[in-house]
Each structure stands twice: as structure tokens, then as C-alpha cells.
Antibody
Framework: QVQLQESGPGLVKPSETLSLTCTVS????????WNWIRQPPGRGLEWIGY???????MYNPSLKSRVTISVDTSKNQFSLKLRSVTAADTAVYYC???????????????WGQGNLVTVSS | DIQMTQSPSSLSASVGDRVTITCRAS??????LAWYQQRPGKAPKRLIY???SLQSGVPSRFSGSGSGAEFTLTISSLQPEDFATYYC?????????FGQGTKLEIK
């Protein structure tokens, strides 16, 4: 059974960089797309972006200038960096998997449990 | 961005009721739509993919339909564990976008 686990600080100061890692277990990181999604407290879901195991990325334009997603296939991990954070970036951050068969994409079949990150001084 | 509009935003229903949630896209998305259930404090769980395909392990009382710009999620007979928030997601065009959610509450 594939499992995803987010890890990282729960508190980040304004203007600093939020850094999270998602560790994939029970399966390979290869041949899949790996996503970050966030949810501010009491609000809806926002897709941040993905990285393919080969390193190709796609970001939400609303965050693109501040986001970097990277992958380390040797550790079965991928990571999120969000720069210059403000209180508006306070959210639960989830990692999730997308799979592909031929030209069909299967979005977010596995999720991590979420990591609450609060931006506050 | 494609806007996904769910209706209703909240819904009160009783165990055994049949409920339908609608998701409308601001432009056609084919069948590139998924439905997720989220219980409080938990990660979303996929129920339906490609508009009408039931995720393995999800009870058959859940069904999805639609294509193009209008989609529905139907729960044929509500069970106590179904009271949660439901989200649609379009993955036809970047950026992927979710509906605002429908909170299903016990009447």
C-alpha cells in the first residue's frame, strides 16, 4: 500500500521560506506525478503544483513566482519550497500522487495526512 | 483559470436520503473531473475519477455522472459516515481547480 508522509516545520516567520518534504513508501516514486495541495483553515483546496519523477514541473500561476518543487528519487522523496511567506500562506499542506496510463491521468489517488504550517512571528 | 462552482454549498439530509451535488465548470472539461470526500481533520479521499468511474473500495451508493461542463455526484442512500465535505476537481486545464466544497450535514 502506497503511503505519503509530509514533514517539516509547523511554524514559519513572515518573509521566510516554507520547506516541506513528502516521503513515499510502499511504492516507487518513479513514473508518477507528485503534487502539493494546500488548504487554509476552514477553507477549500488549492493545487500548488507537481513534479514528475524525471524532474518536469508545473506550477499554479498564482504561486509560480515563489514556488519550487524538487524530487530526490534516491530517497523516494519530493519537496516544496515557498518563499516570502505571509499569513495568507497559513494552511494544511498535503502531498498527493497522480498516475498516468497512456494519455489518461488519474488525479490524487493517494494523499499524505497533511502538515499544518502557520506563518507567524 | 477554469472556475468550478458547486451547489449547494451546504446541505442538510437524513440517513437513508438520496442526495445530489452539482459541479459546473466555467468551460468544457470533457470528463476530466474527480470527486473527493473530506472528513474533519483528514485528507481528502477520492470517490470518483474521470467523472463516473468509482474508486476501488468506495461503496456503490456513490455515483458520478456528466461531461463537458456539468457534473453530479449522487449518494443513493446516505449513511452516517457520509456526512462530510465534498469537493470536485477539474484536471483538464492548468491550473487544476477545485470547487468550493459542499458540506453535508445531518438533519
Amino acid at each position: 500500500q502506497v503511503q505519503l508522509q509530509e514533514s517539516g516545520p509547523g511554524l514559519v516567520k513572515p518573509s521566510e521560506t516554507l520547506s516541506l518534504t513528502c516521503t513515499v513508501s510502499g511504492g516507487s516514486i518513479n513514473n508518477y506525478y507528485w503534487n502539493w495541495i494546500r488548504q487554509p483553515p476552514g477553507r477549500g483546496l488549492e493545487w500548488i503544483g507537481y513534479i514528475y519523477y524525471s524532474g518536469t514541473t508545473m506550477y499554479n500561476p498564482s504561486l509560480k513566482s515563489r514556488v519550487t518543487i524538487s524530487v530526490d528519487t534516491s530517497k523516494n522523496q519530493f519537496s516544496l519550497k515557498l518563499r516570502s511567506v505571509t499569513a495568507a500562506d497559513t494552511a494544511v499542506y498535503y502531498c498527493a500522487r497522480t498516475s498516468q496510463e497512456t494519455s489518461v491521468y488519474y488525479l490524487f489517488d493517494y494523499w499524505g495526512q497533511g502538515n499544518l504550517v502557520t506563518v507567524s512571528s | 483559470d477554469i472556475q468550478m462552482t458547486q451547489s449547494p454549498s451546504s446541505l442538510s439530509a437524513s440517513v437513508g436520503d438520496r442526495v445530489t451535488i452539482t459541479c459546473r465548470a466555467s468551460q468544457g472539461i470533457g470528463n476530466d473531473l474527480a470527486w473527493y470526500q473530506q472528513r474533519p481533520g483528514k485528507a481528502p479521499k477520492r470517490l470518483i475519477y474521470l467523472a463516473s468511474s468509482l474508486q476501488s473500495g468506495v461503496p456503490s451508493r456513490f455515483s458520478g455522472s456528466g461531461s463537458g461542463a456539468e457534473f453530479t455526484l449522487t449518494i443513493s442512500s446516505l449513511q452516517p459516515e457520509d456526512f462530510a465535505t465534498y469537493y470536485c476537481l477539474q484536471h483538464n486545464t492548468y491550473p487544476y481547480t477545485f470547487g468550493q466544497g459542499t458540506k453535508l450535514e445531518i438533519k
